[in-house]
């Protein structure tokens, strides 16, 4: 049995989520349904991270096993079976015992506010056309990183065992007129980035202070974060892989 994972990017606008869900469209479902045609065998694939409904990802991964050999047009064939939203970007070969989930090391997420009416941004980002203070949003994304329990930023419902994630890099850009929240961590909760983005907001635009954000991350309450931002402005960027785990798989174009 040989085992590979595959790289898609998609637009999540006509999804329940990407993860597989009973009597739901996903992303997961479409891509499954692909390999199953292609290979005439039944596909059942492993995700490597979850996105909500209406979250894009520009990366993502899947794993999946099969004996059947793939085609030299695999990747030509299952981008004409798949929908114009979603795209499979490579393929590559990995031990049997490697896992789409569980070997990656970290991942980056952004989120994009614009400022200005733009119809091309619609299901790109979040149209936010109100006076933020850049410097208290840039305070406050520098201040997640000093912190490991996101309890606060965690949507209910989880069943997630532990709330501790290692926030790498968070940031904030402004190119133009856009308003761009950079995010990497080991792993994230269910919401988190969207609730993190929300709760920044409230600080930017004056209605949090710092020691209330402060305050409101070391209750471990999510009432306390505002989860209220569009999923269209989130992106799923990058999931990172240990250096030589993914071996490239070669295709007739």
Same mark, same amino acid.
């Given at each position: 049995?040989?085992?590979?994972?595959?790289?898609?990017?998609?637009?999540? =606008?006509?999804?329940?989520?990407?993860?597989?869900?009973?009597?739901?469209?996903?992303?997961?479902?479409? /891509?499954? $349904?692909? @390999?199953? @045609?292609?290979? $005439?065998?039944? +596909?059942?694939?492993?995700?490597?991270?979850?996105?909500?409904?209406?979250?894009?990802?520009?990366?993502? *991964?899947?794993?999946?096993? !099969?004996?059947?050999?793939?085609?030299?047009?695999?990747?030509?064939?299952?981008?004409?079976? @798949?929908?114009?939203?979603?795209? @499979?970007?490579? /393929?590559?070969?990995?031990?049997?015992?490697?896992?789409?989930? *569980? =070997?990656?090391?970290?991942?980056?997420?952004?989120? !994009?506010?614009?400022?200005?009416? #733009?119809?091309?941004?619609?299901?790109?980002?979040?149209?936010?056309?109100?006076?933020?203070?850049?410097?208290?949003?840039?305070?406050?994304?520098?201040?997640?990183?000093?912190?490991?329990?996101?309890?606060?930023?965690?949507?209910?419902?989880?069943?997630?065992?532990?709330?501790?994630? =290692? +926030?790498?890099?968070? *940031?904030?850009?402004?190119?133009?007129?856009? +308003?761009?929240?950079? /995010?990497?961590?080991?792993?994230?909760?269910?919401?988190? %980035?969207?609730?993190? /983005?929300?709760?920044?907001?409230? %600080?930017?635009?004056?209605?949090?202070?710092?020691?209330?954000?402060?305050? =409101? +991350?070391?209750?471990?309450?999510?009432?306390?974060? #505002?989860?209220?931002?569009?999923?269209?402005?989130? *992106?799923?960027?990058?999931? $990172?892989?240990?250096?030589?785990?993914?071996?490239?798989?070669?295709?007739?174009?």
């Amino acid at each position: 049995m040989n085992r590979y994972f595959i790289e898609v990017a998609y637009k999540g =606008a006509q999804y329940s989520g990407f993860q597989v869900q009973e009597n739901a469209h996903t992303v997961q479902a479409e /891509v499954d $349904r692909a @390999l199953s @045609l292609l290979l $005439r065998e039944k +596909i059942e694939s492993t995700g490597s991270s979850r996105t909500d409904a209406g979250v894009n990802a520009r990366q993502n *991964f899947l794993h999946f096993d !099969t004996d059947v050999p793939l085609h030299p047009q695999f990747l030509y064939k299952i981008n004409a079976i @798949l929908p114009a939203d979603v795209v @499979l970007k490579g /393929v590559y070969r990995v031990p049997e015992d490697a896992n789409s989930r *569980f =070997a990656a090391l970290g991942r980056s997420y952004e989120y !994009t506010l614009y400022t200005h009416k #733009d119809p091309f941004m619609q299901d790109r980002g979040y149209f936010f056309p109100y006076k933020l203070d850049i410097e208290a949003l840039q305070e406050a994304a520098g201040i997640i990183r000093e912190y490991s329990d996101f309890t606060t930023f965690s949507k209910r419902n989880t069943q997630v065992r532990t709330f501790i994630c =290692a +926030i790498e890099e968070s *940031f904030w850009t402004v190119e133009g007129e856009r +308003i761009i929240y950079n /995010v990497t961590a080991n792993r994230f909760l269910r919401g988190m %980035v969207r609730g993190l /983005v929300g709760t920044m907001l409230r %600080v930017g635009r004056g209605k949090l202070t710092i020691p209330e954000f402060r305050a =409101a +991350i070391e209750s471990r309450d999510c009432t306390r974060a #505002d989860f209220a931002v569009p999923p269209q402005g989130l *992106f799923l960027m990058t999931v $990172r892989y240990p250096e030589g785990l993914l071996e490239p798989v070669s295709f007739i174009r």
